[in-house]
């Protein structure tokens, strides 16, 4: 069974600084996707970068950044610029490929909070 | 276009009743997922529908059942409510024009006393 690993339930930054979140995973498969999820106080989840496993480049979404590892199994999200909006909590995600399946695997999230 | 509804966006209930959560997905849609979000359990799958067939089942009581319609707007149903239960509960729809992206829903937070 896969499963997802975040091991910083907790995270601070100052404003306009970079901040990295760490993600690591265990699956046996060789075809699957990553994601970061972004669930401010209002609980809307929110897509904030995804990683397919075949592509080698790491994605990139403006400030948002990941640093994929595939023989490591490490997925990190870097905020660059760290703005007051992006204070909220950060769910690292997998789901297998092939399109049998949508279903997401969560980490248990980390909490960040951006200092003015 | 407008974004995954659900409805209600909030319920109390009392053990041993019944509820019905409903899930409206974005247009075009036709997989829906389900999730519980619990301070404890974090975030748990509970099952996935495509073109109303029932394709992933996560580790829940048989309490907990769902379905979707032939528009795919899609429902679940828990039984006999357990304190347990109170959670928020998040629905997710995706395509295969968006390459699966899971968009979600504002959820709907139960609370069962």
């Known amino acids: 069974a896969q499963t997802v690993t975040q091991s910083q339930p907790e995270m601070s930054v100052q404003e306009a600084e970079t901040v990295t979140l760490s993600c690591t995973y265990d699956?046996?498969?060789?075809?699957?996707?990553l994601f970061w999820y972004k669930q401010p106080p209002s609980r809307q989840m929110i897509l904030v970068i995804r990683?397919?496993?075949?592509?080698?480049q790491n994605a990139t979404e403006n400030r948002f950044s990941v640093n994929f590892q595939k023989a490591a199994k490490s997925f990190s999200l870097k905020i660059s610029d760290s703005q007051l909006g992006d204070a909220a909590m950060y769910f690292c995600?997998?789901?297998?490929?092939?399109?049998?399946?949508?279903?997401?695997?969560f980490g248990t999230g980390t909490l960040l909070a951006v200092q003015p | 276009k407008a974004g995954v509804t659900q409805t209600p966006r909030y319920l109390i209930k009392t053990r041993g009743q019944q509820v019905t959560l409903s899930c409206s997905p974005i247009?075009?849609?036709?997989?829906v997922s389900w999730y519980q979000q619990t301070p404890g359990q974090g975030l748990q799958f509970l099952f996935e529908?495509?073109?109303?067939?029932?394709?992933n089942k996560g580790n829940f009581p048989g309490r907990f059942s769902g379905r979707q319609f032939s528009n795919s707007r899609s429902e679940m149903n828990v039984s006999t409510l357990e304190l347990g239960d109170s959670a928020l509960y998040l629905c997710?729809?995706?395509?295969?024009?968006?390459?699966?992206?899971?968009?979600f829903g504002p959820g709907t937070r139960l609370t069962v006393l």
């Open positions: 247009s075009g849609h036709r997989s």
């Open positions: 997710a729809s995706s395509s295969i024009g968006t390459g699966y992206e899971q968009f």
């Open positions: 699956t046996s498969e060789s075809d699957y996707y």
């Open positions: 529908y495509f073109s109303e067939t029932q394709r």
């Open positions: 990683q397919e496993a075949y592509k080698q």
């Open positions: 995600a997998y789901r297998s490929g092939g399109g049998a399946t949508n279903k997401l695997i």
